[in-house]
């Protein structure tokens, strides 16, 4: 078994250190466990906590404000994680700012955080401190974090589809410049661990509903989790591809190849399942038919000379 170090601490890309990466043998660990939920009933979408915003850097770290003009909660599309998520480069630093103030601030959770499971995941920061929640009244936070919650959600999206694909899990930690896990059986151990402090918001729970007759419902109800973080509207949303079990489809959009399971629609939303459907949206399909077209005229152009 060789743990040679193959890419060391110092390699800095878009601010961030890049994690050892270690070499093992294929054959380090068979599959020994499935993924599964503990039920197999999808989690409810919530609105995503959008009341603050990233406006400034202060000694090295991000600034974050109440926001003062716009929405304060954002409605995620279901596929969220297949498209937003696997389009954001974490490693630039403009991208990650606008995407939070975009979709929500995004941190990690203190479980994530604080576990010795995960690989390198305190290593990464460049000091201990916490998300704003987590700390009295402070408003600072350290994008290396940000973009390790990108990394680490990112990474599980990963594992999940290589999974459905039967394919080999580690990759998916490799790609996103974290250390690799010693066999898919530690690439699970991780997804679950990245995955699990997420679903914490989505625990049943008593709601009051106005007993006389306003319409009102349980989502709306007294007691009811009106908004989560991104973080824990991420992991819903690849929880509910566990449990539903759907199969993606691979973008037939010759620059995509984007795992889907719904299409996109023009103003962004997700309607229409993926059953005999070739393309992740309709902007990808018209960009691989306006190809195609290209092509049988280029032909047809050879053929007549």
Sequence with gaps: ?????????????????TISAYSWSEDESSLAYEITGSSNHALPLRLVDRRHQIEGTWR?????????????????????????????????????????????????????????ELPGVSSALNTRVEPPWHRNHESLIDIAEIQMALRLLRAAVGTWINYRARGKLAPAWADQGLQTPIGDDQAMRWFGEVINPGLVSAHPAVVLVDASDTGQTPAFGLGAVHVVSLYDAICARIYNDVVT??????????PCGRPFLTQRKTEG?????????????????????????????????????
């Design 1 to 17: 078994m060789d743990n040679s170090v193959s890419t060391g601490y110092g390699e800095y890309k878009g601010g961030i250190e």
């Design 60 to 116: 090295g770290y991000l600034q974050v404000a109440d926001r003062t003009e716009g929405s304060i909660s954002a409605n995620l599309p279901s596929d969220f994680h297949l498209h937003e998520l696997t389009d954001i480069n974490p490693t630039d630093t403009d991208a990650v700012v606008n995407f939070c103030n975009t979709h929500g601030l995004l941190w990690l959770p203190k479980p994530v955080l604080e576990s010795i």
């Design 269 to 305: 939303r997700s309607k229409v399942r993926t059953a005999g459907l070739r393309f992740c949206s309709e902007q990808c399909k018209r960009a691989q038919d306006s190809r195609e077209y290209r092509r049988r005229k280029r032909g047809q152009a050879t053929s007549g000379s």
């Design 245 to 254: 079990g759907g199969v993606y489809s691979y973008c037939q959009n010759e």
